[in-house]
């Protein structure tokens, strides 16, 4: 005789009963920040849920914001989150995908009219003149694709993506270059 047991499901976020300190700790975005974006990326995620019990666009997001804010693995935030690491596995790809449809709205470098303000909030920040971004890269982990692997062996031994950021004075990024496997040097 076979034992039916119903499934059990743990309990997900809710941005409603966090305080705002705890959401930006948490997430690194503001509440406002965070339901805009929801409100944003929503007719994606919603393509998404098909059952009664599916994750909503508020957890997704909540759910992927939490991975590079805190810099655990899959599973450690997937069980955050409330469910499991192969669903978060396949909701980091939909939300990313999401964003990356929105990318050209909120990454932006600045027009030639607005250099003379970018250049005078770095001033007011550190005292050198004529900034108008700040540049820094880093290696992105990643399992590599099967074919071609080895372009995507850094020096450190682990697969990974080049990633040059640039951001403004006020913390926005105003570029990204995404581009070059973990093989390739950072200049």
Same mark, same amino acid.
Request: overall charge neutral; charged content about 15%.
């Given at each position: ?7 059990? !499901? ?5 941005? #409603? &009963?966090?305080?705002?300190?705890? @959401? *930006? *700790? &948490? !997430? ?6 965070? =339901? ?12 998404? @849920?098909?059952?009664?019990?599916? @994750? ?6 909540? #759910? ?10 899959? &599973?450690?935030?997937?069980? $955050? ?7 978060? #596995? ?15 709205? %909120? ?15 770095? !001033? ?7 900034? *108008?971004?700040? *540049?820094?890269?880093? +290696?992105? $982990? ?9 372009? %995507?062996? /850094? =020096?450190?031994?682990? +697969?990974?993506? /080049? ?8 913390? !926005?990024? #105003? +570029?990204?270059?995404?581009? %070059? ?5 950072? $200049?």
């Amino acid at each position: 005789m076979r034992w039916w047991h119903p499934p059990v !499901y743990r309990p997900l976020q809710d941005l #409603s &009963t966090m305080e705002e300190r705890h @959401i *930006i *700790i &948490t !997430y690194r975005l503001d509440r406002a920040t965070i =339901q805009e974006l929801c409100a944003q990326l929503e007719p994606d995620l919603m393509l998404a @849920i098909r059952h009664p019990t599916g @994750i909503s666009p508020l957890v997704q997001v909540l #759910s992927v914001l939490h991975f590079p804010a805190s810099g655990f693995f899959q &599973t450690t935030v997937a069980m $955050a989150s409330g469910m499991s690491q192969p669903m978060f #596995s396949n909701v980091l790809s939909r939300v990313l995908s999401a964003l990356l449809k929105h990318m050209r709205t %909120y990454i932006v470098f600045p027009q030639v009219e607005d250099m003379p303000t970018v250049k005078g909030d770095f !001033y007011a920040l550190g005292h050198i003149p004529n900034i *108008i971004g700040a *540049i820094d890269g880093t +290696h992105v $982990a990643f399992v590599p694709p099967h074919r071609n692997e080895q372009v %995507y062996r /850094n =020096q450190k031994s682990y +697969h990974s993506m /080049n990633v040059q950021l640039v951001c403004l004075a006020d913390q !926005y990024i #105003s +570029h990204v270059n995404a581009k %070059y496997p973990g093989s390739v040097h950072d $200049a």
